[in-house]
Structures are given as C-alpha cells and as structure tokens.
C-alpha cells in the first residue's frame, strides 16, 4: 500500500519494482495490494514487478469499494456483479491469469455477505480466483460467509498496538480454520520507535487524520514503544523486529504483512522471523500491551466500515 497510496508521496516506480523482486529473491512469497490503493495503480506496480515471479508468489487483492470518475472512493459497494467486474479489472492490472487470494475490503451493509460469498465462489469455479477472504469483518459475519464458501483468511488490524480482535474474532478463525493476516503489525511505524510527539507527518499521510496519531496521544502512548526498545536492546534486535515477533508467537495461524519501501527495512523486518521471544518477553509484552492507548485507531467515520 505504502508504495502507492496514503503515506505520503510516492517513491519512484522503478525501486519499488526492484524492491519487489529483490524480496522475491529473498524467499518472500506472498505479496497484498488492493484496486484502492492508489486507486489502482498499486496492483499495476504489482503486476509489473511480480510478472517475473508469478510462479513463485502468492497475490492476494481486495474489492468493496465504489470510486467516482476521478478515482476518489465515495464508499462500499459489493454487489455481485460489481465483484465480477473488479475481479476482471484486477486481472489485468496483475497481468495474471488468477487472484490467489480476493478479500472483500470492507463489509457492505446493503449486501448480505451470503450474496457476496457465493459471486466469490462463482469466480473460483471459474479458475478466476483460488481463495475468498475477509478484512475487518466480525465474527458473525465470517461464520455466514464460510458457510456459503470458505474463507480463506480474514484480514485484519492486529498488533502489540491494537489487540480488540482476540477477544471476539480469533477464536472463530481457530474454530474454522482461518488464517489471520494482520496488517499495520507495526502499528502504522508506531512500534518501530522512529515516531514521538515531535514527529512531523508529509501533508499527504493519512495518519495525520487519525485520533491515535495527534501529538498528545503520541506521548501517552509511548510507554509501550520504551518497552520494546528495552526489550530490542536486550535482544539485539530492534523494535520492529520484536513487535513481529510477538505476532508470529501468537499462532501459528498468522501471517503478518509489514510494508516498507525501503531495502533496509525489508531486510530487518524479515530478520523478526529469527527472534527468539521467551515466556517472559511475552508476559512483559502482554502486560504492557494491554495498558490503554490513548487515541481511536481510526475516525468515526473509517470506523464504521470495520468490524460487522
């Protein structure tokens, strides 16, 4: 999403195809894009960058939302025939002949999700799509998904920063067999440690919009950062690397999906495998994790689309 969309200004095309392949190099497979981000420039990058390699990957990206004649989202939309037509759209930006893993982006409240299921499961008997997935839907909704087609994995926050899903969602992923895929694992830069209150954001980055984001709540919040930078210290590790290292301790259903567009930061994310965290670290990471964050993850509008 980063190399396109809602950070700022985008890097230049050309590294971040090379970024791509050098990571399909390193032995990463699975790679997420989506026809919003951007809109619809990121799953052209993807397609370029991964052509190459379509072998070797796995390409999961998104429908849900309506966009204007100039590309600006104007809300939800996942009728069926909508979902076919996106799917179609976003084959040939991916320059592939199949969606390894199609998520409905956000719940649409107009659509039943059966409705929205079976035009996923049309598409799979049609070689178009090899797996449905969810993001940010709640349990009842992915238990009447699944039992039309099944769900594959649901995407969602999940962090050391935002842990609401445990509670109501994650035990119906074990139930059913769903795999998690949380993304914004590092709190949106958060956990890396590289954030305080001082930070000043590109006037293009979304963050600048979110209530968790504003300088007061920054420094509140930091108690939680100096706990894993201590933690990263004793481990030779840095914080980033902790924070996937907890997610990766969680299940071993989860499969995290930190973005970067730096060389540097693929390479240290990719180290967070390797971490070692005992049952100390993740009581002490626990413990912390659950002191309140100061700041709503999201505004009240962006809100209303997560979690049905």
Excluded: C
Excluded at 70 to 85: C, L, W
Excluded at 223 to 234: F, P, T
């Amino acid at each position: 999403m980063g190399m396109s969309h809602a950070y700022g200004q985008a890097p230049d095309k050309r590294q971040m195809i090379a970024l791509m392949r050098f990571a399909v190099e390193r032995g990463l497979t699975f790679f997420d894009t989506a026809e919003a981000y951007g809109p619809f420039v990121n799953e052209e990058l993807v397609g370029e960058a991964l052509k190459p390699h379509r072998a070797d990957v796995v390409i999961a990206t998104k429908f849900g939302f309506a966009f204007d004649a100039d590309g600006k989202q104007i809300g939800v939309n996942s009728r069926p025939e909508h979902i076919k037509e996106v799917a179609e759209a976003s084959l040939r930006r991916l320059q592939t002949d199949t969606i390894d893993l199609f998520y409905q982006h956000r719940v649409d409240p107009d659509v039943p999700i059966e409705e929205v299921a079976g035009a996923v499961k049309e598409l799979v008997s049609q070689g178009k799509v090899r797996h449905f997935g969810l993001s940010e839907a709640g349990a009842q909704t992915i238990r009447r998904a699944h039992a039309v087609h099944p769900v594959a994995a649901l995407q969602s926050e999940y962090s050391l920063w935002w842990r609401e899903r445990e509670t109501d969602v994650m035990p119906v992923l074990e139930e059913l067999g769903i795999g998690l895929v949380p993304f914004s694992p590092l709190g949106r830069g958060f956990l890396t440690g590289t954030i305080d209150a001082n930070t000043a954001f590109d006037s293009a980055d979304f963050r600048n919009t979110l209530p968790r984001f504003t300088p007061d709540a920054r420094k509140a919040n930091k108690v939680i950062v100096d706990l894993v930078a201590d933690l990263a210290a004793k481990k030779h590790a840095t914080p980033a690397q902790i924070a996937l290292a907890w997610l990766l301790a969680q299940k071993t259903w989860i499969v995290p999906i930190p973005g970067t567009t730096k060389l540097t930061r693929l390479e240290e994310n990719m180290a967070g495998a390797a971490i070692d965290l005992t049952n100390e670290d993740l009581q002490k990471l626990d413990e912390v994790s659950r002191t309140p964050i100061q700041g709503a993850r999201y505004t009240q509008s962006m809100e209303l689309m997560a979690g049905r």
